[in-house]
């Protein structure tokens, strides 16, 4: 499998070669500046070369000479999923980081964002004017919430119906580029989220023509399941992959909710995609990094340290990380909160320590079900910790951040745990200066299934609903979706700046003392003493990396000395103070 076949047009010598997978189809027609009658094939393939069509040409395929689509491998719409598909020659674009061969793993501190939201302007052109900021304040990677073409104006991107095409409301491809470019230039690497779990609900028209893209026999949340037994789907989502990664050198993927993916086939779909990917990265000699959601917990899936090529992937997003500080912090114990409330401590601990707290336990939330597998082989590197992030906020009715129920000292110590342990950390756009914006759930679709959405958001958070209706912002109104713009201006705050003060401070103690280690980094233990907390990594068999936390907003006494050199926190007294964190390494 490569990245110039078999899905979506492509350039050679002779012309664009025009390929469409539609085996319910009895006939297609290319639809550019007239109508041209596509030759059918094998098992469901039209084709149709082109000598003379040129980039930016756009076109339709006509399915039985009635319905018209756009291309379901279209590189860019300039109209939305509902117009025609244009031609984008990708070799015309002009790469300035032409030595950019990626970071190693280890240098990851991630910066999760949404286009639309991350700066006014919402394109992929303002938001290269605030690369600056984020490299200032230490991060090394930004990763884009998805921005395969969805139905509207506006959408987080977990919609998307057509999988290859940024969509037209950030901007053209080349604008997409441009901030790849940009971010290279300034040594940071950028991550893309992609869906290969479900199509959005409005603008697939693959159930029309190829319907063996999806099998009745298993759903997910969002409808049929989509089926990778089927060769062709496979390879549908094996060269989307490369796509992003080849024509827009995107350093790595992240991948959403793996655990939707019902109908993988064999070998799973996830391994035939990772060593498909890692392949490619050893041929281009770039340093590529495959990341996943999966709420199944994994840790066979993981594999930090081998190259993707053996079918692994670098490391998960590890909500038992997040899940236990929010209880901790918050004493939220709605939904999946549930499962940490009896002692999230403990739990924090055992991420600490471990990785996932959940590794084969019962889980409450799932009814009683085990989740999770035995992380012993696996390093920290394996799990990237946060304590905020779209999902996490978002997913709340008012999509308010951390800071709106939790004080800025709790929050600080959380962060200064979080920013030095040596699992990979990632903060939510914003969260670098305590952005207090929301960041509410926010989409554009109309009719029907708009008030479908609000039904849905109704019956998700009824007891929410019930207690404050007027404060719940209606995810299709354009004012919610403008009240999840950054404001800037706070990160100048006073309050802003002192934040951004403690995690640039952070980040520069990361980058010195603890990234130059993490390649021999293994777990250790960690364990709570009432509201202190106690935890020690390995480097190696010669030095420890020891950490020393009250996590409580009272004095406590500390019981023992902190082993070896200091290098966040003054020397511990022996009272902590309320919410202190200390590190040291010997």
Known sequence: MNADSPFGPHFSRDGVTFRLWAPAANNVELLADCAYAMEAGPDGWFSRAMPCLPAGTRYKYRIDGELEVPDPASHFQPQDFTGPSE?????????????????????????????????????????????????????TAIELMPVADFAGRRNWGYDGVLLFAPDNSYGRPEDLKALIDAAHIRGLMVFLDVVYNHFGPEG??????????????RHTPWGAAIDYR??????????????????????????????????????????????????????????????????????SLLDPHSPASHGGYRAQWNDDYHHAWHVLLTG???????????????????????GFAYQGERSAHRG????????????????????????????????????????????????????????????????EWGATAPFPFFCDFAGDLAEAVRKGRREEFKSAYAEMDGDIPDPLLEATFRSAILDWQARA????????????????????????????????????????????????????????ANLSQGSAPRSGALPGRLIWGATAPPELPPWSVYWSIG
């Open 332 to 354: 939220e114990t709605h939904g999946y909160y549930r499962d940490y409330a009896d002692n999230p401590r403990r739990h924090l601990a055992r991420t600490l320590s471990s």
């Open 493 to 548: 705050t006073p309050a802003g700046e002192q934040r951004l003060a403690l995690v640039r401070h952070l980040l520069i103690t990361r980058k010195i003392e603890i990234v130059p280690r993490l390649s021999v980094a293994a777990f250790g233990d960690a364990h709570f003493e009432g509201d202190i907390l106690q935890a020690r990594w390995h480097f190696g068999a010669e030095e420890s990396l020891f950490l020393l």
């Open 368 to 431: 009683g079900r085990r989740r999770g597998e035995a992380t012993d082989v696996l390093t920290p590197s394996a799990f990237i910790d946060f304590l905020q992030n779209h999902d996490q906020i978002g997913n709340r009715p008012r999509g308010d951040r951390l800071a709106a129920v939790v004080q800025p000292p709790a929050i600080e110590a959380a962060l200064a745990v979080t920013l030095l342990a040596p699992m990979p950390p990632m903060l939510f756009m914003g969260e």
């Open 230 to 299: 089927v060769p062709e789907v496979r390879a549908f989502a094996i060269q989307n992959a490369l796509h992003w990664l080849k024509y827009y050198r995107f350093d790595g993927l992240r991948l959403d909710a793996v655990h939707a993916i019902t109908e993988p086939g064999e070998p799973h779909i996830l391994h035939d995609l990772s060593r498909a990917v890692g392949q490619f990265a050893l041929a281009a000699g770039r340093e590529i990094h495959l990341i996943l959601e999966n709420d199944d917990n994994r840790a």
């Open 87 to 139: 031609i984008i020659d990708h070799e015309q674009f002009v790469w300035r980081a032409q030595g950019w061969r990626g970071r190693p793993w280890r240098d990851a501190a991630i910066l999760e964002l949404h286009v639309g939201a991350f700066t006014p302007g919402g394109s992929f052109h303002s938001a290269i004017d605030k690369l600056d900021e984020v490299t200032d304040c230490g991060l």
């Open 204 to 217: 697939n028209y693959l159930p029309r023509y190829a319907p063996a893209f999806f099998t009745e026999h």
